[in-house]
């Protein structure tokens, strides 16, 4: 069965420092979406993405956030100078369709920032 | 604000048994209602799926049901198992965005 797949399963880095998270979704799916969940906390929208651009994102997602689809199969968040709140569970996930499509999710990455 | 708020927060059942769990929303309009089950250090993964006109969908030993009229949705899970222990979410998509609203979870733990 096809699934979402995220690289890498644990991140630790120090304040400041820019990090990139990778996500592969689904092959045949054409929207997707980032999502954070602070430890103890619900989850939370970041962004969602279709046809190389953003589609809709929150109020968390400020300039220090990035995505991008670099090739045709991975998905990239990009935070560029890290803080300390942004110690996070990252999950993506993709859909075939969007609203009320099936979201499906990636395993998650844990990001530490020191 | 969009709310979904679930109770209750936590629950230890014996394995075997019956429980509920409660999910209150204000999203209003909306697309549909999801309940997720996510393990611990695990990404959620979807158990149903419901839209307004629906009231009950069922997966395997799961069934939910939605009121749209008072807001509220219930995950029953029947015959528990030890496998069931997980945070269960209620997740609300917004009529004409794809902003997701989740809940905080229902912690389940199943004991033998």
């Known amino acids: 069965e096809p699934e979402v797949t995220q690289t890498p399963s644990h991140q630790v880095t120090q304040m400041g420092q820019e990090v990139i998270l990778r996500c592969v979704p689904i092959s045949n799916h054409l929207y997707f979406y980032w999502y954070r969940q602070i430890l103890g906390q619900k989850v939370e929208f970041l962004v969602s993405?279709?046809?190389?651009?953003?589609?809709?994102k929150s109020e968390i997602f400020d300039d220090q956030f990035s995505v991008e689809r670099p090739d045709g199969s991975n998905f990239t968040l990009k935070i560029r100078s890290t803080k300390l709140e942004d110690s996070a569970m990252y999950f993506c996930a993709s859909s075939e369709s969007p609203q009320g499509g099936e979201q499906y999710f990636g395993p998650g990455t844990r990001l530490t920032v020191t | 604000k969009n709310q979904v708020e679930q109770s209750p927060q936590s629950l230890i059942i014996l394995e075997g048994k019956n429980c509920t769990l409660q999910?209150?929303?204000?999203?209003?309009?909306?697309?549909?209602l999801r309940w997720y089950k996510q393990d611990t250090g695990r990404g959620p993964v979807s158990l149903t799926i419901?839209?307004?006109?629906?009231n009950t969908k069922s997966n395997g030993r799961y069934t939910a049901t939605l009121d749209a009229d008072t807001k509220q949705s219930s995950l029953h899970i029947t015959a528990s198992q030890l496998s069931d222990s997980a945070s269960y979410i209620c997740?609300?998509?917004?009529?004409?965005?794809?902003?997701?609203?989740f809940g905080k979870g229902n912690q389940v733990v199943v004991i033998p």
């Open positions: 993405f279709y046809n190389n651009e953003i589609s809709e």
């Open positions: 997740v609300v998509t917004p009529y004409g965005n794809n902003r997701l609203a």
């Open positions: 419901m839209t307004f006109s629906e």
């Open positions: 999910c209150n929303y204000t999203v209003s309009p909306f697309s549909n």
